[in-house]
């Protein structure tokens, strides 16, 4: 996945809180930890020193809990919130240096954000609410309402156009939320928390819908959460954040596998490990001892081979793309793989 | 001897003082006291220790001014500067007077079988409601079956050109007020002001500033009494406007005007229009003091029932007044319920 161009860059973001951000991140800078800054001077230190790249096409996902500062991080991607030091990069370009029309063209046609708490104009239809950046920008109506109407059709709301919000439930409150900064045809996607407010079912319906109009759009969606169930289904791109600073950040799959922090094994303690990671995360090059009993994808989880190999110890399954075999897996990998690992030993 | 003589004696005053003695004229205080030959006073006891008012420190220094002066000195001051206020707001407030005039003209000659359906349309077009309509009809009806109709039309005239200007210039000032928090420090306590302040206060400096004849001194009483709700009510509105919903306006980009007039306007109309209705409620108490300064209108009937002590004449009008009120409240509660309905909150 290194092929694919950075889209978004954040380097070496700080975001302090108070009344002279300035000296703090001096402060700051020379190693004050956060807790001192706040009882000596009474600032907050929202966010230290954050480096991510977000790829083009990807989904990275921005995990925390809540006060870690991911609200505050994805904000600054559209300068919602100003940073106090530091770069955002979109294209390559600083967002930081934007003029307010560069930074209104920027909103209007580049970057669409999708919210917890859905944020539709209550006034306004279904329908006007999905074409709300079109109409903003000042496109005529008729071509905002068809193109919003094709965006609310995509995510299921076909016969809702002339509802208002609170007529709606969350859930397909939120759908028209996704047809919004859809039918924008921005190429990135802020989704700040965007299932959280959802029950548990709806939440999967709307995490599959989300993960099936990506592989059509490939767009390149910041999704932030609190859920590490909801992190490790969408991200191709996971960073874990802290108390405003990033403490791990890679391959999900990774991160599971090799947690670097207590913190995040802690995190990852709970997680059903066989549903969630996949077989090409410990597939072996070499055939070990064993009898091969089937054959899986790369990308099946560790539940379905233990159900095909029916819990048999001795077995292997090869892994197999297009029917050449890639891998191998055996049912002696995926038991160690289950038990979660603790930093310090050897990966 | 005064109270207060040794204070200026000791704090070595007494020079000064004596040097701006002069003889103002005697207030009735001076005259009971000199006829009652109050020179006793040297040995005062303590609960009878006058509060030092300016009065009790002028009988101990002539240097001091008396009370009379402030009240005197705000009269002449004002004296001295109406005629330049005059010419300033004298034209600035003439379209007033115009619109007052041609409204009740209007609004009495027309035949009342042209004013009568028109009225009800408007209520019509306001409320969407047949009861409302219905009611109205009523009260109108009943105003002129007992030959109240030409007052009442009146006392409407001067509200409606009244309220139509607060809103006029309320909205903007509510709207300005929102978006900086000095403005709304700086017009806040002027807006208590003009809330607390007694009607029959308004009525003074503006009767030295026109002559009783034009139609605008009631006029900008009215307005300066009715303004009030509009300005406060469009100004809480808009900042009660849900935050995450203008974070979503400014995430994709509108531009201020765009957040106004598509956001933040009709999400905040229905407290605008609660302004409104309580804006029209207080014009209409206010054009009833207001008819001591020669505003017509059913006022004037009811302050004739007052000065003659016409007990039928004054309660007729009073209740025609109720029902005016009624009417108005419920056209515009009208109008509230349907923009409610229109977008009930979240």
Redesign the interface.
């Known amino acids: 996945m290194t092929d694919k161009t950075i889209k978004v860059s954040i380097r070496h973001l700080f975001k302090i809180f108070g009344p002279d951000p300035e000296t703090a991140l001096a402060a700051v800078r020379e190693g004050k930890s956060k807790d001192d800054l706040l009882e000596e001077t009474g600032h907050v230190l929202g966010l230290q020193d954050i480096n991510v790249d977000m790829k083009e096409g990807e989904i990275t996902v921005i995990m925390g809990l809540s006060g870690s500062g991911k609200s505050t991080l994805i904000r600054h991607l559209?300068r919602?919130i100003e940073p106090t030091a530091g770069e955002v990069l979109v294209n390559d370009e600083d967002v930081l240096a934007y003029s307010d029309s560069q930074?209104?063209?920027?909103?209007?046609?580049r970057m669409?954000?999708v919210?917890q708490?859905f944020?539709?104009?209550?006034?306004r239809t279904v329908l006007e609410n999905a074409g709300?950046?079109l109409l903003?920008?000042g496109i005529k109506r008729e071509e905002a309402d068809r193109e919003a109407q094709k965006w609310i059709d995509r995510v299921g709301l076909s016969g809702n156009g002339e509802q208002?919000?609170?007529q709606l439930s969350g859930g397909m409150q939120q759908r028209v939320g996704i047809a919004?900064a859809l039918a924008?045809n921005s190429d990135i996607m802020?989704m700040d928390e965007a299932f959280s407010a959802l029950d548990p079912l709806i939440r999967t319906d709307m995490q599959d819908l989300l993960l099936e109009l990506q592989k059509e759009l490939q767009k390149t969606i910041v999704f932030i959460t609190h859920d590490l169930d909801e992190a490790l289904k969408l991200a191709d791109h996971l960073v874990i954040l802290k108390d405003g600073a990033v403490i791990q950040q890679g391959e999900p799959q990774q991160i599971l596998l090799n947690p670097s922090d207590p913190y995040i094994e802690d995190f990852v303690a709970d997680i059903n490990r066989a549903r969630v990671l996949r077989v090409r995360s410990i597939m072996a090059k070499d055939k070990p001892d064993g009898q091969v009993v089937g054959e899986v994808a790369p990308d099946d989880n560790l539940e379905s081979v233990i159900a095909l190999a029916d819990g048999a110890m001795g077995s292997v399954c090869n892994v197999t793309v297009q029917g050449e075999t890639i891998g191998y897996v055996s049912m002696v990998e995926i038991v160690r793989a289950l038990v979660p690992r603790r930093v310090g030993e050897a990966a | 001897m005064a109270t207060y003589d040794g204070l200026f004696d000791t704090l070595g005053l007494r020079d000064w003082c004596d040097a701006e003695a002069s003889d103002g004229p005697m207030s009735m205080a001076d005259l009971m006291a000199r006829t009652q030959g109050g020179d006793e006073a040297a040995g005062t006891p303590l609960r009878d220790l006058p509060f030092p008012s300016l009065d009790a420190l002028h009988d101990a220094c002539a240097a001091i001014p008396q009370s009379r002066a402030l009240t005197k000195g705000l009269e002449t001051g004002f004296l001295d500067i109406r005629d330049s206020l005059r010419f300033v707001v004298d034209p600035l407030t003439q379209p007033l007077s115009w619109a007052l005039e041609n409204m009740l003209w209007v609004m009495t000659e027309t035949p009342w079988w042209v004013m009568f359906p028109v009225l009800l349309l408007i209520t019509w077009a306001v409320g969407r409601s047949w009861k409302v309509v219905g009611f109205v009809a009523l009260v109108i009806a009943g105003l002129a079956f007992v030959d109240h109709y030409d007052v009442a039309m009146q006392t409407l005239a001067i509200i409606f050109v009244c309220a139509f200007i607060c809103v006029l210039f309320g909205v903007p000032i509510g709207i300005a007020m929102s978006r900086s928090d000095r403005l709304q420090g700086v017009l806040t306590p002027v807006l208590d002001m003009l809330q607390t302040l007694p009607p029959f206060v308004y009525l003074i400096p503006l009767i030295f500033l026109f002559s009783v004849t034009e139609p605008k001194l009631y006029g900008i009483a009215v307005i300066l009494y009715a303004i009030v709700p509009v300005v406060r009510l469009t100004n809480l509105g808009i900042r009660l406007v849900d935050p995450d919903v203008i974070e979503a306006a400014d995430a994709f980009g509108m531009t201020k005007s765009q957040k106004l007039f598509g956001v933040q306007i009709p999400l905040a109309l229905p407290n605008i229009m609660a302004g409104v209705n309580q804006t029209i409620m207080m014009s209409l108490a206010m054009v009833v003091i207001a008819s001591m300064v020669s505003a017509p209108g059913l006022g004037i009937l009811v302050l004739r029932g007052i000065r003659n002590l016409e007990l039928g004449v004054g309660l007729v009008a009073g209740l025609g007044i109720v029902v005016l009120a009624i009417a108005l409240d419920r056209v515009t509660k009208a109008s509230l319920a349907r923009i409610d309905a229109s977008q009930s909150s979240r």
């Open positions: 559209n919602l930074l209104r063209q920027l909103r209007r046609e669409s954000m919210f708490k944020a539709l104009l209550p006034h709300m950046a903003t920008r208002y919000p609170h919004r924008s802020l």
